[in-house]
């Protein structure tokens, strides 16, 4: 069995709402996944549906070669769930979450003491193990999440928005742990709004808007799926972004993709040729650069390509709704 997760057609309707509309996935065992999209495009949906929290309306999802209808009870013992928000006890310890955790499972006193050491050590918790979570940093609260769910070593981990609201640092702490689960040969399906985390993270990922996937492959093929470049300007003048937008349009068309900074722009552009266009009609116009560069689109101007806007988590990282 090559791989973890495989549906075909996968639909789940509420009513006349369609949360997923024909889902096709195909994850290797033992890859990091990336499934990314904006609020409402399906991605919890369809982290609920595989780890057997909901049925689906049609279609057929295999987790780890089981039917998740048929065999809900089989695939629950083979995966583990870290969802958006902390599933521990802020009142107890950092190891009394675990040992509790490890107790519900089966576990033995002696054994549920040593795993929660274990895990604790492991995540770089262990001078925090005899403090209540309540006093535990965002971070740190994500990080004994992920421990949870990792006292019975799964074979597939979901990862549902892993560092929404968390602060740089934190984030890339979490990052490291995704690496490690992975090298360890756990298969990780993670849902972001954050392409650069889908970027640093994912072996392969899909793009899911209005409940189905709209592209899928590597970042390096999705980006290359757009075509032609990316020509990022910074502004010396941000009142004059307008003016300057205006100007590009009449040089390139509707090629102008999403900026949250207001000093800079992002044009698609078809080659340097192109590019050196808009350089000289900015100049012409007297309208000042204080950088410019031409490279490969990013997974934002991807995103932007294929959904028709930018991704939330960009600018400001919200959480999605049960979608």
């Keep these: ?6 549906t075909q057609g996968l639909t789940k309707h509420y009513g006349e709402t369609r949360a997923l509309s024909g889902l096709n996935l195909s994850v290797r065992r033992g890859s990091v996944y990336g499934v990314l999209g904006p609020n ?3 991605k919890t949906t369809t982290i609920r549906v595989l780890a057997t929290l909901l049925k689906p309306t049609s279609g057929t999802a295999h987790v780890l070669g089981l039917n998740v209808v048929e065999k809900p009870a089989e695939v629950r013992q083979k995966v583990s769930l870290t969802g958006q928000y902390a599933s521990v006890d802020e009142d107890l310890t950092g190891h009394e979450n675990l040992v509790l955790i ?7 006193w002696r054994d549920a003491r040593l795993r929660a050491t274990e895990l604790l050590d492991a995540f770089g918790l262990s001078e925090a193990s005899g403090k209540q979570v309540r006093s535990f940093s965002g971070g740190m609260r994500r990080r004994i999440d992920i421990a949870a ?3 019975t070593r799964p074979e597939l981990l979901f990862l549902d928005e892993p560092t929404t609201g968390l602060d740089p640092r934190s984030r890339n ?4 742990l995704v690496r490690q689960i992975a090298a360890e040969g756990t298969t990780v399906l993670l849902t972001t709004q954050y392409l650069e985390e889908a970027d640093k993270l994912a072996e392969r990922m899909a793009v899911v808007d209005h409940g189905r996937v709209i592209a899928e492959g590597t970042s390096q093929e999705l980006k290359a799926s757009i075509g032609g470049s ?10 004059r972004r307008a003016e300057a937008q205006s100007l590009i349009a009449k040089v390139v068309g509707d090629g102008i993709l999403p900026n949250t ?4 722009i992002s044009v698609n552009v078809s080659g340097a040729a192109a590019a050196a266009s808009i350089l000289s009609a900015l100049s012409g116009a007297g309208i000042a650069l204080t950088d410019f560069a031409l490279g490969v689109p990013s997974l934002d101007d991807v995103f932007f390509s294929l959904t028709g806007r930018p991704a939330e988590g960009v600018a400001a990282p919200s959480q999605e709704s049960a979608s």
Excluded at 102 to 108: K, N
Excluded at 261 to 264: L, Q, R, S
């Design 1 to 6: 069995m090559t791989h973890a997760i495989e």
């Design 40 to 42: 409402g495009a399906g």
């Design 102 to 108: 490890s107790r519900l499972l089966g576990m033995s």
């Design 149 to 151: 769910s990792l006292v």
């Design 173 to 176: 702490q979490v990052w490291d």
């Design 230 to 239: 990316a020509l990022r300007l910074q502004l010396a003048d941000p009142g």
């Design 261 to 264: 900074d207001p000093t800079a």
